[in-house]
């Protein structure tokens, strides 16, 4: 190969100069995370960081496959979005009812969600009414017009038979620290909280749950649910918007049946359980886009509570299953 002329180096040499000066500003900006738009104006990117508890899954972006997730590595992050536009997340798993949410991305901020995945199908053990004579549970009685004896039965049929629906104490004391006066910084808080609404008798709310700095209860059958500490500390689903980010300090989860019952699903505080007259969901509190129901278990004339160690029991008719969720 013949060495190039002085007049061929000195061209290539020019065009590569004039190549660096045209596209170095943009790969500097690209890596500070600036991008072009439609109009060829300069815009800061944004992004997407999707929470998840969900092990080996696959994360779509406007249904193109993005990246699949391992055992140990479960969130995705998704950057360089161009802002100011929705992008489609879908995370699909075999076995599990999809999560798909559209999420609006801003300039300069990382946009959030929150997985909620339920199997399509859930193990059930039902809990039996008899002990037999060899001391195992069964359905069948020994006499006739014999009463339950077994004790688990007997338990659970008391648990559903005295609750009231109210989890005030239960969850503050969870939700408050174990100092006095944090304890007491707590309940003024709520005070404070419903002096302001106008509620004055607030332990007789339906369904009321306090948890953490949010609190929860049931009006004519929809979930209300209020954040009551300072807002530069609220999640991110009380916050949306398109032409600019909005947070505000109130959810309602207005479903189209009434909601008779919902706790919040164990181990998410933004995640419900929730009973309507035709079943019991799994419904996420993000409603900045269409909300994610899945389904736990469908059925009428059904009820749950929630044991200690957060597994479901529900009682349809007389008989009671546990789920563990």
Not at 284 to 313: A, C, H, S
């Amino acid at each position: 190969m013949k060495p190039l002329t002085k007049k061929q180096r000195y061209l290539s040499i020019s065009v590569l100069a004039v190549l660096f000066i045209l596209f170095a500003p943009v790969i500097v900006l690209y890596s500070l995370g600036y991008t072009l738009d439609k109009d060829f104006s300069i815009q800061k990117t944004g992004g997407i960081f999707i929470h998840s508890d969900v092990a080996n899954t696959s994360v779509f972006v406007n249904k193109d496959f993005f990246k699949s997730n391992g055992i140990f590595v479960r969130n995705t992050l998704i950057q360089d979005l161009v802002p100011n536009k929705r992008y489609l997340v879908e995370v699909q798993k075999n076995g599990y009812q999809s999560w798909r949410k559209e999420i609006f991305v801003y300039p300069s901020i990382v946009s959030e969600g929150s997985v909620l995945m339920m199997p399509n199908e859930f193990d059930k053990r039902e809990i039996l009414k008899y002990i037999d004579k060899n001391k195992v549970a069964t359905s069948t009685p020994l006499v006739k017009g014999q009463k339950p004896n077994n004790s688990e039965y007997i338990s659970v049929a008391e648990v559903f038979a005295s609750s009231t629906m109210n989890n005030l104490n239960k969850t503050v004391e969870i939700s408050a620290s174990s100092t006095a006066s944090s304890t007491q910084k707590q309940k003024s808080d709520l005070e404070l909280f419903f002096e302001k609404n106008s509620i004055d008798n607030y332990s007789k709310l339906k369904n009321l749950i306090v948890n953490g700095k949010e609190v929860s209860w049931l009006d004519k059958g929809d979930i209300q649910l209020y954040w009551i500490d300072e807002i530069d500390s609220i999640p991110f689903y009380y916050c949306g918007g398109e032409e600019e980010r909005i947070c505000e300090t109130k959810i309602t989860l207005d479903w189209n049946d009434e909601i008779k019952r919902f706790e919040y699903l164990p181990g998410r505080t933004d995640a419900w359980i929730v009973l309507t007259s035709h079943g019991i969901y799994a419904v996420e509190v993000d409603g900045r886009t269409d909300r994610n129901i899945q389904t736990i278990y469908k059925g009428e004339n059904i009820d749950f509570r929630l044991t200690q160690t957060d597994n479901l029991i529900i009682k349809e008719g007389t008989s009671f299953f546990e789920i563990n969720l």
